[in-house]
């Protein structure tokens, strides 16, 4: 690995960041992510215009209205868009223990990924994980960020779902 | 020896508890608060070349008794006799002078990397040994375990108890700001020192269980960009992922007391539950099959119940069940969350993480949930861990706000003693592992 690519890979993720301020630890899993954001096919687009998230109350797995308007508005994408799949990543605030916050991650992944698959996008499109409390994107100890950080990110990746 | 040492804890045991008046014994209970004072002069360096790990060693020895609590150091600056030879006659009544109730002696060789040490230890008020001298041999590199070798017989033959010197920690060590953390795991001594890194940064790990007699480390790694669990070997550092049950994840692992079986979470469309599995062949069964978030198992010293948390009340509990499953009994009742649970290596009490009212704490209990008792409170206090001897905990503390960092205190199971260990990075997810050999 020459220095070189590591450099096209920052400038990427500065760009994402810029942009549309998605998760940063999932900009690398958008490679694909390259054409303009006025494209309604490119998954930049999916991002920032569709809406790449849906957020959830303290300790709980339920989608709110508001979340079930975004991830309709996923399902359309998605169906149009037949040739992408979806890593639905489930996140929790730092209130709360390690382990449990996997699993109540997880529970927020397969909220949406039952959702999208019940609104007719094929299952075998979708994967749900979580990364727990592990991976904030606001740092601060107040509801404030903690309201951003409980999320679930529907990731759009070309890859495999392997 | 062992015949005398033996004869010597059933004397002690009969006998009053009263250090000054019988046979030097410290009884460990919550009662304890004044510290027992004792007295190390410098190890004797048999030869020139070991003059500069004699001072070391002893040094090391009085700062890991001392560092219980349990004990205190009369300064050098305060003895009457020297005892600067290990063959001498012990002066006693020098050292009754200055209040030192127990005195410990010892002797350094240094041959090549070759290190021999001697000890003894006295009770001063008695005017008598306890127990034999101890020789042990090891390596100029690794004097370090040997003073934790000589601190772990005085601790044992003055409290009865076994020690916890002599042992190392897996743990995440941890750099970069919360929202860009790297993660990697690492092996300490008990006190911080010799930290090494077990894993690079590559992928997120966490939550590393030593095994029951400290060669291998199971943890969870995100590198497949879902949790599944790793076994290392601590020796090679080779690593391999573990074969689990079907799921999309598989986290928090224990290992059996054995050392055979894996006890774990697996995640399967957003229901969690708890699964034993075995680690040569990866067969797996189910033990949990509730809705709800079963996970954090915990076995009991003989391995017969296993101790876990879930949230099928509504919110995340402890609960008791068979190591085969089945019915389980709530044993947490009080105010606020319980997760985290870990089995004593006594057996008689559990240790959690407890959320309430904002603030989190470390606290313990008897395995029918009574006697609760919080040792900490902090804005983040997390995954308790014993020392082989069920003395101590050592959790991770992390602090608030943009700037929060992690990092590991150690607290008595008494409540006292309260005290960061000493590491370079931040820190988290400790597992004490076994004294060692």
Redesign the interface.
Known sequence: MTILPKIALMGLIVITAGCTNPD?FTAGANDAAQAGVNDPTSPLFFNQTIGDRVLFAVDT?TLTDEGKAILDGQVGWLQSNADYLA?IEGHAD???????N???G??R???VR?YLVSKGVPATRL?????GK????????QESCYASNRRAVTVISLASLS | MKRFLIALVVLMLAGPVVAQSGPLRLTITDGVIEPLPFAVPSFEPENAEAAQVAADITRLVALDLSGTGLFREIPASAFISAHSSFAQTVAYPDWRAINAQAMISGAVTVSGNQLIVKFRLYDVFSGTEMGGGLQFAGTVDGWRRMAHKVADAAYRRITGEGGYFDSRIVFVSESGPKDNRQKRLAIMDFDGANMQFLTDSSALVLAPRFSPTGDRVLYTSFASGSPRINVLDVTSVGTRQLQTADGEMAFSPRFSRDGTQVIYSLANGGNTDIYRGDIASGASTRLTSAPSIETAPSLSPDGSQIVFESDRSGTQQMYIMSANGGDARRISFGDGRYATPVWSPRGDLIAFTKQNAGRFHIGVMRTDGSEERLLTSSFLDEGPTWSPNGRVIMFMRETQGAGGTSSLYSVDVSGRNLKPVPLPNGASDPSWGPLQP
Not at chain 1, 134 to 141: D, L, M
């Open positions: 940063r797995s890593i730092e209130q709360g223990t390690r382990e449990y996997i699993s109540l997880f529970r992944s397969n909220a039952e994967r749900a994980t979580s990364y592990e991976r904030p994107i606001q740092v601060c100890s």
